[in-house]
């Protein structure tokens, strides 16, 4: 199993502690784009397609519903290994 799969299982068992840092890596490796609002703002975008994903960077760990929403993003998207 590679690690970028062993990380995302390990996002999936227990979403109250991922870093932004993990699960950026994640959805960029899922195919998703990311962008950050001008003016300063915490928040980025991801978009695939037609999905959008909004992911507030907060430290040391992102609220547990983001975490959720992108875990439902991520399902049945796959993950390139590089």
């Given amino acids: ?4 799969k ?3 299982e390990k996002i999936k068992r227990n979403p109250k502690t991922v870093r932004f840092d993990e699960l950026d890596m994640v959805l960029r490796r899922a195919g998703f784009e ?9 928040h980025y ?6 999905r959008k994903l909004v992911v507030p960077r907060r430290q ?5 519903a983001y975490v959720i929403r992108a875990i439902k993003h991520l399902e049945g998207v796959e993950v390139d290994e590089e």
């Fill in 1 to 4: 199993m590679g690690s970028l």
């Fill in 6 to 8: 062993k990380l995302l």
């Fill in 34 to 42: 990311r962008s950050q609002p001008r003016g300063g703002s915490s």
């Fill in 45 to 50: 975008v991801y978009r695939k397609g037609n």
């Fill in 60 to 64: 040391p760990y992102i609220l547990q």
